[in-house]
């Protein structure tokens, strides 16, 4: 089962929304983690269990790329608006670093998020390559 975590700002959460309305039979089989009030939002929209973090600005964002570090999370879906300063910026920025890091797809719009639903990749049992570390971590090491 795929585990997806779902952010918005608040000023996209009825794009995402709508979105994932339109979208509904595609989470229909998938394990949904959402940071704080978009979590409940969600979980109302689609009629089903969303798992749900703190706010962001109140630690959600780390949470959930703890669990992107812990390979926890196979997509993300983070609408984030670009048009409002948001007091977290420096936790959205490690939140999508960590996306890139741990090489799990990111959909920071509608329109990525359709390719990326729509995608024959996505609809068969796709394994990411998950980056080896092993070199960074011991990069202090004396040999």
């Given at each position: 089962?795929?585990?997806?975590a ?24 998938k394990q949904l983690?959402?940071t704080?009030?978009?979590?409940k939002?969600?979980s109302e929209?689609l ?6 973090m703190?706010?962001?600005p ?18 993300l ?14 936790d959205?920025?490690a ?20 390719f ?8 068969q049992?796709y ?6 570390f092993?070199?960074h971590n011991?990069r202090l090491?004396?040999?």
């Amino acid at each position: 089962m795929k585990t997806i975590a779902l952010v918005a700002h608040d000023g996209k959460k009825a794009a995402l929304l709508e979105w994932i309305e339109k979208h509904q039979s595609f989470f229909a089989d998938k394990q949904l983690i959402a940071t704080g009030t978009t979590g409940k939002l969600i979980s109302e929209k689609l009629q089903q269990p969303v798992r749900c973090m703190a706010s962001g600005p109140l630690g959600g964002d780390q949470q959930i790329g703890a669990l992107i570090a812990e390979q926890h999370i196979d997509w993300l879906i983070f609408f984030w608006d670009p048009l409002s300063s948001q007091p977290h910026d420096p936790d959205v920025k490690a939140l999508i670093r960590l996306a890139v890091v741990w090489n799990i797809p990111v959909a920071c719009n509608v329109a990525t998020a359709d390719f990326i639903v729509h995608s024959s990749l996505y609809q068969q049992e796709y394994q990411r390559s998950v980056p080896d570390f092993q070199q960074h971590n011991n990069r202090l090491q004396k040999s």
